[in-house]
């Protein structure tokens, strides 16, 4: 349940970075170099580089000043749930003078002096050592205690694609971008011509834009294969803007970071992933089939279990939100944020539970970190808001009194997890209300976006600095609950926020909040890409809500879920990590796939495609776990050398065997035809999963009608597909042993 905040957003106020571009290294030692581990650190007497072996994998640009100082009083004020950040950089040096580059048995160290302000000129110290193979950790520091603010400038070349940063939900490629690095509400619309100025006329910043993020992570993947990250917490910006030179720029007076060795985009994914962590296999329950999102009570939810039972549909779970109860607000029905089983609202709970679970099923529910004093509920046995101010486990101001996070018209407490008194009664109600009483194996991990950066910790570490490690321990107190339940292998979070160490603790990740809508601004497109673009930075299971979350409507009119937008989008999901559907803001303005025979027969299908693709994730889900690599990638990671995949948003891997390509437009050309790049078109066939048609290398599928060819011609890789509602374009590779067995799988149970 995600209407809770109207969005975040953030803006920048960069003052005076233009004047960085012209400084200049004005004294530096002769050329020399040293040896770190299976890395090379030469200095060439003009530039700084870094060697993996024969290969480039850094570089500073020559005469230009690559390690930069100076201060800032960086604002980022907190508004229903929007982050508006204003840099404010005070002063700049980035004057450099290298005065030594010395070696030891670990370490590579360069110092010097960097002048051009007397606020900020300072000696530095950039030290390089290798704490895996693979793996080169840079450290930038600086003598001058006032200095709060680090740069690291370096090269890059025209036409280098830049893909990562966690999960981009705009853009493929950043490069041309300045992305910042803060985990935030995605917002609604997010540059959408009609909707986007609305909602920022009822809520300043609330709109977003095409880099917020849920998931942000200060880390890429290029495509000449070299990467950098950041292992710091605090806002960052990677200024890609420059088309020669890359910037980053950290908002602390300490840098530390790791440039990555690899030959391919895929190697460096798995060299990422040994910082980050990698995501576990999903359980075999959760992978057999849908997770039925539903809500309103034990008598409607009975109703559509009857009907999906009758049709043989393969329900791997009920997920029931509103196992809290519900409340009326300005945004409709929310819950009751006071996380215990509401005996009212479903009274027959245990016998629900029975039934799911003969079924071989699993009950799934809801929890975020933030709480409400539920004193006004009326059936209330823990008011979890009251014994959390009692214990001092919520977030506070620097004045001490609770920082009251504004809902829609509602505050709640966020918990503070720098406290280890709090994570542990945190636990223990997931353990106890949860999977305890509420016998859940899921659940959605919500939020953890919210905490301000002006906020008071129990710990005493800066809330700027803890802002994008919150999601992170979120996610870890999820998995020590289950773990500490006995329930490691068994149950399954989905989590919408993350940072880069995420992937360690949580079990699959989920897209957030798109708009019930086919564009690409806030979208089904945009979930397409996300699905993608995650895999770039260790998200290797991810999904979407099917048919998107949030409706833009008043009194029924407006921006509502199309029953063809859903279908299209079950499609969609079958190919990817879960197959789970929601019923959006305002379920009674959206499609919903109970709503008749027709939504009912299309959902069917597809959660019976899903079940046919489940030996498959299960061999894929070796690769998450022993290399992090997706479940569902960009085509780029198996074909790098295929300009025209560079661009492509709305076509997917399913591992390396299968290829989905969404029809992303509503009635798209009035007879639903797709125009599909088929990679290694020259040496690979690639068979319609649903027709048996074949394309690329040879081909005997029908041409597209001539007025279509005319209008909009393919050649080379490029084919148009037929595909109506219900015959996605789907495909396996002719001869994959994967092929054969989803195609018996398909016919086995019924849907070819």
């Known amino acids: 349940m995600k209407p809770q905040y109207l969005g975040w957003v953030i803006t920048l106020a960069m003052c005076g970075h233009e004047a960085l571009a012209a400084n200049t290294i004005l004294r530096s030692p002769s050329a020399t170099t040293g040896a770190v581990g299976g890395f090379n650190v030469f200095w060439t007497g003009s530039r700084l580089q870094v060697k993996s072996g024969a290969r480039i994998v850094w570089e500073s640009n020559a005469g230009e000043s690559f390690v930069r100082a100076g201060t800032h009083a960086m604002r980022a004020p907190e508004g229903r749930g929007s982050f508006i950040v204003s840099e404010n950089i005070r002063s700049q040096c980035a004057d450099q003078t290298i005065t030594s580059f010395t070696q030891s048995a670990t370490d590579v160290v360069v110092k010097g002096r960097l002048t051009g302000s007397a606020l900020c ?87 977003g834009g095409p880099m917020t993020t849920y998931y942000a992570v200060p880390q890429y993947i290029t495509s000449t294969a070299k990467s950098l990250f950041l292992e710091d917490t605090e806002y960052s910006v990677f200024d890609l803007t420059d088309s020669n030179q890359v910037r980053v720029r950290l908002f602390s007076g300490r840098m530390t970071g790791r440039i990555l060795a690899g030959n391919s985009m895929l190697d460096l994914i798995t060299r990422f992933t040994e910082y980050s962590g990698r995501m576990r296999a999903l359980p075999e329950w959760f992978n057999q089939g849908a997770i039925v999102g539903l809500q309103g009570g034990t008598a409607k939810v009975t109703a559509v279990l009857d009907e999906l039972k009758r049709r043989g549909t393969p329900v791997a779970g009920v997920w029931l939100q509103d196992w809290v109860g519900k409340r009326t607000t300005i945004a409709g029905s929310q819950l009751w944020w006071n996380w215990e089983l509401d005996h009212n609202w479903y009274p027959n709970w245990n016998a629900l539970a029975d039934r799911v679970e003969a079924d071989n099923g699993h009950m799934l529910c809801y929890i975020n970190p933030l709480l409400v004093d539920a004193s006004a509920k009326g059936n209330v046995r823990r008011n979890l808001y009251s014994e959390a101010v009692a214990s001092g486990y919520l977030v506070k101001h620097t004045d001490g009194s609770i920082y009251k996070i504004k809902g829609t018209d509602f505050d709640a407490g966020l918990v503070d997890l720098t406290n280890p008194s709090a994570t542990i009664w945190f636990k223990n109600i997931i353990k106890t ?141 079958a190919f990817t990590s879960a197959y789970r559907t929601h019923e959006g803001l305002k379920p009674e303005d959206n499609a919903q796939f109970y709503d008749n025979a027709t939504t009912y027969g299309h959902f069917d299908k597809f959660a019976k495609v899903y079940k046919a693709l489940a030996f498959y994730r299960t061999q894929l889900f070796a690769d998450v776990a022993a290399k992090g690599w997706p479940l569902v990638r960009h085509p780029v990671l198996h074909y790098p050398n295929e300009a025209e995949l560079a661009t492509l948003t709305d076509e997917f891997l399913l591992g390396s065997e299968i290829l989905m390509a969404p029809v992303v437009n509503k009635n798209d050309y009035n007879y639903g035809w797709k125009k599909v790049y088929f990679p290694n078109k020259a040496g690979t066939t690639w068979v319609h999963a649903f027709t048996g048609y074949t394309y690329g290398k040879n081909s005997n599928a029908p041409e597209a009608p001539l007025w279509l060819r005319i209008a909009n011609p393919a050649s080379g890789s490029w084919q148009w597909v037929y595909a109506p509602l219900g015959t996605p374009a789907a495909f396996y590779k002719q001869g994959s042993t994967v092929g054969a067995q989803f195609e018996t799988n398909l016919r086995n149970l019924g849907v070819k």
């Open 433 to 573: 209300q949860l999977m305890g009483e509420g016998r859940c194996r899921g659940w959605m991990h919500d939020f953890a976006e919210a905490l301000p950066l002006d906020a008071a910790l129990w710990s005493g570490v800066s809330a700027g600095r803890y802002h994008n490690q919150y999601p992170v321990d979120f996610a870890r107190i999820a998995r020590e609950a289950i773990n500490e339940a006995g329930l490691g292998k068994e149950a399954v979070f989905f989590n919408r926020a993350g940072a880069a160490r995420t992937p360690a603790y949580s079990t699959l990740v989920w897209q957030g909040d798109q708009m019930v809508t086919w564009d690409q601004y806030d979208g089904f497109k945009t979930a397409i890409l996300a699905t993608m673009t995650g895999g770039f930075s260790g998200i290797a299971l991810n999904h979407s809500d099917i048919g998107g979350y949030t409706n833009a409507s008043l009194g029924g009119i407006g921006y509502n879920r199309e029953q063809e937008l859903l279908q299209r989008w079950m499609e969609f999901a």
């Open 121 to 207: 000129a300072t000696g530095y110290t950039l030290s390089f050592r290798q704490p895996l193979a693979g793996h080169l950790q840079f450290t930038l520091s600086f003598d001058n205690a006032a200095v709060n603010y680090s740069e690291l400038a370096y090269a890059s070349v025209a036409g280098e694609r830049f893909h990562g940063f966690g999960e981009q939900f705009s853009l493929l490629n950043l490069k041309g971008h300045a992305v910042p690095v803060l985990t935030q509400e995605g917002g609604i619309g997010r540059g959408h011509p009609i909707i986007s100025p609305a909602v920022s006329l009822l809520s300043p910043g609330s709109a």
